[in-house]
């Protein structure tokens, strides 16, 4: 069965939503108050409303709990936000995802009941920041705290070995949980296939223990 997703919402950072869920294949209903930015994500949303989300008919009427998730990405009217979160936990929607605009507005969306929320600005930032500082580091994302995945290159000291050769996670304290060559993902017994150059991995742990390994293989 398809997922289905709730955008509320249909500015720039919820486009970038709307497609991404329309790549997975899943069912995305899209509203927002004005019909202008609907014309814009037509072709990606299954189906989208015009209606104020403030209002209890339209809220009502979206029948919220229905939805794998909810998103919350109306731009920069935090009071918007607040009041729609709000009605959405009231509503017992699954799961709340809101955009915030700060980390005060942030902790009253969370208060109130958003699962999730996200800065996008900082978030951008720090993306940018970390491509500066660590170029051969391909994506970051973060799990916790103290705990991160990172994307990066094999370095090329590893090359013509396997994971099970190198005792890798014992011996850097990391997990590799994916390898990638050529863009496909290696899926048949990974930790017996012998590193290639520009093969891609995906390590899992803790930061600290990342840093060590970057600063080992001077990445």
Request: aromatic share 6%.
């Amino acid at each position: 069965m398809r997922k289905q997703f709730l955008v509320l919402g249909a500015g720039r950072f919820a486009k970038g939503i709307i497609q991404e869920l329309y790549a997975q294949k899943c069912d995305v209903i899209v509203c927002d108050k004005d019909e202008g930015p609907l014309e814009d994500i037509e072709e990606y949303a299954t189906h989208s409303i015009v209606g104020d989300l403030r209002e209890n008919g339209v809220m009502d009427d979206l029948n919220v709990e229905q939805f794998d998730a909810v998103f919350v990405a109306i731009g920069t009217d935090s009071y918007s936000a607040i009041l729609i979160t709000n009605r959405l936990r009231e509503r017992n929607a699954k799961e709340i995802i809101v955009k915030a605009t700060s980390k005060e507005i942030g902790e009253i969306l969370s208060n109130l009941g958003a699962n999730r929320v996200i800065y996008p600005e900082e978030e951008a930032g720090m993306k940018v920041a970390r491509q500066i500082t660590m170029p051969n580091v391909i994506e970051y994302i973060e799990i916790t705290k103290n705990v991160s995945a990172v994307e990066l290159k094999v370095p090329e000291e590893l090359v013509g070995k396997t994971l099970l050769e190198l005792d890798f996670s014992r011996k850097y304290d990391l997990n590799v949980s994916l390898i990638l060559r050529e863009d496909s993902p290696i899926l048949s017994r990974y930790a017996e296939v012998a590193f290639q150059s520009d093969d891609v991995i995906l390590i899992v742990g803790e930061n600290k223990k990342i840093q060590q390994f970057r600063k080992k293989f001077d990445l």
